[in-house]
């Protein structure tokens, strides 16, 4: 797990530097957050949890970091691959895996391979876990309602 203590660290590094506390606290919560959900699901799903952690750090970053949407998951892909080589403690098949799951992450309403759906049902479940009495995004509606009965919510 130490390539993990290494990417949180430039991941804090980045949050850190997000000048409104209120976006800066999101920014921690919300990925930090999927990075847990993703590691249950990937534990519950048997796929990796490691690279499920750092997917989950890395998903939104470059929105955090910008403090824009635009192009957000190709622009996020582009940063978290950029991130993880910088480290070079991650594979070329690690770096693609996850670039392509955030690359794909936003696209809630297609089905893409395993490791993209793992990440875009920890968002969904970090969403909800975080405010279960609000309802869904109707485009996360469906994945809530799936993640339940997998995990008999
Ligand atoms: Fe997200």
Redesign the pocket.
Known sequence: MERLEALRVVVDGILDGIENPEDRRCGFV?LYG?SATAVLLALRRGRNAELAAAAGML??LATYETGTSDDHAARGARRASEILRGLGTFTDADVEAIGRAVAH?SDKAAVHDAFSELLKDA?VLQHFVSNPETPPLALHAARREALRQELGL
Do not use: F, Q, W
Request: no cysteine; hydrophobic share 15%.
């Open positions: 919300h999927v998903h939104d992450h968002d």
